[in-house]
């Protein structure tokens, strides 16, 4: 249950979410609060989060190819918030999941 404060800041978290648009970011479609709790609704991104993709590979290397590919579409992400003058923090909480041939940060 989250206390008003949080609640508070979390819907701000959601207004500024609903507000971007790159295909790097996930797209915000809609959020409600229920019964103490903020509940965001987002796309689907069918291939999970790069940290379990990750650790599903065991230890094997991924080709170079790949990294460069992955940190550009990370960094373009970046320079859109830096450009839109959103100020963000990358935590515990944060995620980098998978879609089709991309990756998209929430």
Known sequence: ML??????FLSIEA??????HH???ITHI????EDGN?????EYAEKGDLSNKLEERKGTLLPEEQILDWF????LAMLYLHKKKVNIIIG???YVIMKKNSIVII
Do not use: D, G, R
């Open 38 to 42: 903020l509940c965001l609704v987002t």
């Open 15 to 20: 207004s500024i979410l609903s507000a971007l």
């Open 30 to 33: 809609e959020s409600f609060e």
């Open 23 to 25: 295909p790097s970011i």
């Open 72 to 75: 550009v579409q990370m960094a």
């Open 3 to 8: 206390n008003i404060i949080n609640l508070f």
């Open 92 to 94: 515990y909480h944060s």
